[in-house]
């Protein structure tokens, strides 16, 4: 539970003034002003207690929502207290407290729209910034392949540490200038290097912009992060998580929720890319095409399974009536 304080005292009524709209008015004013930013499923409350008169007991508004809390519960509230209390007055030094408690928004994950990566690689631990300001693309590729194979030098890796001479051995590894950055052609070449991985960029974290999609066929998937503003590579080390998404394809990396239709994948096996009609496979004991490679029994197996069939339906009912 979170909530402000405020301390106020009310200027004094004036003689053509109405007792009952003028206080209507100062309370609208105080109630706008402490649930401004509010949000609207958000419970709130008031407590309100006079300084001067100690011994006055607190006057308290239980927990609404943030809509309900309006000027005319307060007013209600107050002039039964004042009726009651002659001690009690509005020109005294008043201490109002407001009570929120946050209620869940139920959003399924953290909205990403207007957040800058700074704020969101703190709240979603699945994206890591790199920190170096030049080559960001050997850095973030690094840190991802060694996320992929589980390497015991990751979590360094993850923090910026220990980069240097592993960014310096990729760097004379293969002929590709990143002095001015790593555009299209450059991941390009960089894919081509590292086939036994699958590069993917995303376009900040949105869904639909996949800047770039590299072989299609390797099972080690290397997920980064372009930021537009800055012009800098990140890791995603869980995309799902990322994106805030329940399920993923392994075949075209679409991310859903409920179901999702993919051709690139068999849709009998999972296999990538999908089986076609020649890879076919004939089972005899299951009287059933398969469109990959089936493992039957052994023959012994079956031969005793037969065997043992042929002996219990060889074997005669015997019905018995009554004691022997």
Known sequence: MTGRSLLIKLNSLGEEQDPTTYLKECITVLTNYLVDKVPGRDLVGLRIRNTENVQ???????????DQLKADVVCSVLGKV???????????????????????????GVKTKGRSLDLLSAIKKCIVLVKAAFLC???A???AMAGVNNDSKYVSYRHGWCLEEPVEELLNSFDVDLSNGGGFKELQQFQQYISDYKIIVFDGLYLD?????????????LYLLYDRDSGHYNVITNLKGAMAKRYICNGCDTLYDH??????ICSLCTATPPCTKD????????NRWFLREVFPESSNSQSERQGSLSVETSMPKLFLFGNI
């Open 137 to 139: 693309l050997n850095h």
């Open 259 to 264: 179901t999702h239709k993919c051709d690139k």
């Open 82 to 108: 004042i009726q009651s209390n002659a001690r009690f007055a509005l020109t005294d030094h008043l201490e109002v407290h407001l009570d929120r408690v946050s209620m869940p928004a139920g959003n399924g």
């Open 141 to 143: 590729s690094i840190t």
């Open 56 to 66: 006055d007991k607190v006057v308290g508004i239980s927990l609404l929502r943030r």
């Open 209 to 221: 912009r996949v800047m770039f999609s590299g072989n299609f066929l390797s099972a080690k998937k």
């Open 279 to 286: 890879q076919s496979k004939y089972c005899c004991t299951c």
